[in-house]
């Protein structure tokens, strides 16, 4: 029997090169995402796309109803919807910061709870949320976003040890710079809501170091797509899967480093 994959946000980046890899390795996937028309390609591939907003209701119990009536089982959900609502935590309307949580994390657990029971009754399942480092570490003009992978962190590490009795595995993976589209949605929100006023010399000093950091071969989708596929084949997956490499060495900075110097060396960075 193949493995039933229902993963959101599939239209591009993460969510694209995770499906297309899957279906290579002899899953069968949905793949969800708002834009049906940019997954053509994993369509051909012998995915199943289907219309898909994580902070719809009706639409996230079309998707997995479509799963169960089509599969009879559930085995893989991946919660990869997301995007950045980055500014000045100041200037961040409160109505796009909800937004930011009703996408990052508020669907991601709705649709979590809709899948739940279905595997329960299976008596197997993994759940894979797609984090970030900024879950663990926070940098200036990104409040909102890292206060809803922050908030993923810890949902995700209640509901692994809630449903393990169950034999459902939760897994954590947490990319850090990635080369999707995702940056420039951030770049736009973070000019939009700061790029004048009293937080633009900031936002400008940030806006240069996060394109030179791209420049400097930021690592694509795929990388994020073969860790996704080694925790899936792990008898006994880890909690957490920072990709790629200086990711993990972010992680460790934060854990080894008192806040006060890693404060200070952010600022030093950032002229602030």
């Known amino acids: 029997m193949k493995n039933i994959v229902l993963i959101t946000g599939a239209s591009a980046g993460i969510g694209y090169a995770a499906a297309e890899l899957l279906l290579k390795n002899g899953y069968k ?30 639409s996230l119990r079309r998707a997995v109803d479509l799963v169960l009536k089509n599969e009879g089982r559930l085995d893989i959900l991946i919660n990869n919807a997301g995007y950045g609502a980055h500014g000045a935590v100041e200037d961040v309307p409160l109505a796009e910061a909800r937004r930011q949580f009703e996408v990052n994390v508020f669907g991601l657990a709705r649709l979590t709870q809709l899948a739940l029971p279905h595997m329960r009754a299976q008596g197997s399942g993994r759940i894979v949320n797609i984090s970030s480092i900024a879950g663990k570490i926070t940098t200036p003009t990104g409040g909102w976003y890292h206060a809803s992978k922050h908030a993923v962190e810890a949902y995700s590490d209640a509901l ?25 949605t951030a770049m736009v ?75 200070w060396g952010i600022r030093r960075m950032l002229k602030i």
């Open 189 to 263: 929100n973070l000019e939009k809501y700061s790029g004048s006023g009293v937080y633009g010399p900031l936002v400008k000093r940030i806006t240069e170091k996060f394109r030179a950091g791209y420049r400097k071969g930021a690592p694509g989708p795929e990388v994020v797509a073969g860790k996704i596929l080694k925790a899936l084949r792990a008898d006994s997956p880890a909690a957490r899967y920072p990709v790629p490499f200086q990711a993990s060495f972010i992680i460790f900075l934060k854990w080894l480093l008192p806040d006060s110097v890693l404060d």
């Open 29 to 58: 996937v949905y793949a969800g995402a708002r834009r049906v028309e940019k997954m053509k390609g994993l369509e051909a591939l012998g995915a199943k796309v289907l219309a898909l907003d994580v902070t719809d209701e009706d």
């Open 160 to 184: 692994r040890l809630e449903v393990a009795q169950f034999g459902i595995k939760v897994i954590l993976i947490e990319p850090g710079p990635i080369r999707t589209e995702w940056d420039n």
